[in-house]
């Protein structure tokens, strides 16, 4: 259902608020660039300060600005199942194609308490439902045989893995049907997970890098090895640059130098340092992104 490049899209700001016209623009560039889908309101698009209102707003215009040309994924996650409801009810209704939810944070629920919050999610929603495991963020890893329950619940229809951890991933397909997505949630290895039968990405990188992020996936699904790696090492200082601080830091700024939108994120992320800076200047002149 959800396979290929998804870009987990920045939110840009202008003078405190959402910055509509901007938004809609970055879809067009991502249509543009060939990406499969988009998700608003991921870590990415800085969801944990989002107002409710804005983040219901973020998804409605993300919706219209793709008009179905590419699949949207909205996250729709928070350590609160009810909340999780009702922003994934209100994705549905948007219009999105699913939902992504990040397993609970802060609460640390035991194995069984995150199958019985994806499980109340998909029973209350009857929609399309993306799990995302990030345990650097949450504290709380979801184990393969975790989600092989989870990927006994009809509407939970896939993962976006940012264990970091190959031998974790493999278990994970292993143990899931053939029609569970298994997508990439770190960029530096989603050439590996690929290789061992994942299903695409759901990116950052391609926040600033659409066409080469997408070339390399149409480059692995095409069985071209050799150009699939050359795009593998093209983008890995790139990778590198956009995680030399807390995503979305580094590619705030990135669009931003790039003329994309204001380089504006808010409290209690600030603005990339000044050596920072330099360094991913440095790396998108040399990638061609300046």
């Known amino acids: 259902m959800f396979r290929g490049v998804y870009t987990a899209i920045v939110t840009p700001f202008r003078g405190g608020s959402v910055d509509e016209r901007a938004l809609g623009n970055l879809v067009e560039l991502q249509v543009a660039g060939g990406v499969d889908g988009i998700v608003p309101c991921g870590t990415t698009g800085e969801s944990a300060t989002l107002s409710h209102a804005e983040h219901r707003r973020v998804v409605e215009v993300v919706v219209e600005a793709a008009r179905g040309r590419v699949q ?3 996250g729709t996650g928070s350590n609160s199942t009810t909340e999780a409801i009702e922003l994934t009810r209100h994705a549905k209704e948007a219009g999105a194609d699913g939902a992504l939810l990040i397993s609970p944070y802060y609460n640390k629920p035991t194995q069984a308490g995150i199958v019985a919050h994806y499980a109340e999610i998909a029973r209350q929603s009857a929609f399309p439902l993306v799990v995302y495991n990030i345990p650097g963020r949450t504290q709380s890893n979801i184990l393969p045989e975790t989600m092989a329950q989870l990927a006994d619940i009809e509407q939970v ?10 031998e974790q991933v493999s278990e994970v397909i292993a143990r899931c049907p053939a029609d569970f997505d298994v997508l990439s949630g770190q960029d530096s290895i989603t050439l590996p997970i690929l290789s061992i039968g994942g299903h695409g990405a759901i990116s950052t990188l391609s926040n600033v890098a659409p066409a080469e992020v997408t070339e390399l996936y149409r480059a692995f699904r095409a069985n071209d090895l050799e150009r699939a790696r050359a795009a593998h090492f093209r983008l890995l200082p790139l990778c590198g640059a956009l995680f030399c601080e807390t995503n979305p830091i580094p590619v705030k700024a990135a669009l931003a130098m790039m003329g994309r939108i204001d380089e504006e994120i808010r409290l209690p992320m600030v603005r990339i340092s000044d050596k920072n800076r330099e360094s991913l200047r440095v790396t998108l002149k040399e990638f061609g992104l300046l």
């Open 72 to 74: 949207v994924i909205a």
């Open 157 to 166: 229809v896939g993962v976006k893995e940012a264990s970091l951890d190959l």
